[in-house]
């Protein structure tokens, strides 16, 4: 759940180990800039790079409304293949679904030499009283590794709303911290797999809709001072787009 702004402090700027062992995998710590892509890749390959592709694209997973997500599991199938589509169709490239140097170059030109992307900070996502990734639900590296996750559909929330600049109220909370401000129990920001948006001069009605097309699995009522959007589906729970699809 989410708290009113005047409980929160806000940052500029703005995901996990599932309950089950069938979720993707989900641990890529350590990345550094510029992923060093050692193939092209298409449909059909296997391994971490293609992990890392999905990561990087999984804010792309559809072009309308749709409950759709990109599955983080190394196997590049259809779903990554369209998602690489959109991303490459959004940044002026050659929209043929295979992933070779030049879309490789627009990959890493989004990401920072800590492992964050060009728009967001790590800072921007630990606990606001702590200032690290610990004491949540998952282990810091966890935590931090997801609000890594969240950056990149973040980055292509930000690109289909013209650029826009966001604002992350909240991301990853201790334990303790949530408790304090009276988060849910299980709150997704727990996981660092959250984050409770504000994006100036754009109704969140409008952030709302353009994050259904953005692999968001948990995306709280638009009516309130904030957009929280958060993957719930990636810890295997069931979505929840408390608008429904608009």
């Known amino acids: ?135 949540g639900k998952v282990s810091a590296a966890t935590a931090k590794e997801n609000a890594r996750r969240c950056m990149y559909k973040l980055e292509a929330l930000r690109k289909k709303l013209g650029n826009k600049p966001i604002t992350v109220n909240s991301g990853f909370r201790s334990i303790a911290h949530n408790a304090e401000i009276g988060g849910a129990s299980d709150s997704m920001h727990l996981y660092g797999t959250a984050a409770d948006l504000n994006v100036p001069g754009v109704a969140n009605k409008t952030v709302y809709q353009k994050a259904e097309t953005c692999g968001f699995s948990g995306l709280e009522t638009y009516n309130t001072d904030h957009q929280h959007v958060d993957s719930r589906a990636d810890l295997g729970r069931s979505w929840w787009w408390e608008n429904g699809t608009v």
């Open 1 to 135: 759940m989410n708290l009113p702004m005047s409980r929160r402090s806000v940052l500029r700027g703005a995901v996990v180990l599932g309950a089950a062992a069938a979720v993707s995998p989900l641990l890529l710590t350590g990345t550094a800039q510029a992923y060093p892509w050692s193939r092209t890749l298409t449909q059909g390959s296997t391994g971490a790079d293609v992990t890392e592709l999905q990561i990087r694209v999984a804010g792309w997973a559809a072009d309308h409304a749709s409950q759709s997500r990109v599955s983080i599991d190394g196997e590049f199938g259809p779903g990554t293949a369209a998602a690489v589509r959109r991303f490459q169709a959004a940044y002026g490239l050659g929209a043929d679904g295979q992933v070779g140097p030049a879309t490789q170059a627009a990959l890493n030109a989004l990401e920072q030499s800590d492992g964050s992307t060009v728009h967001f900070n790590f800072s921007e996502f630990t606990d606001r009283d702590s200032g690290t990734f610990s004491g």
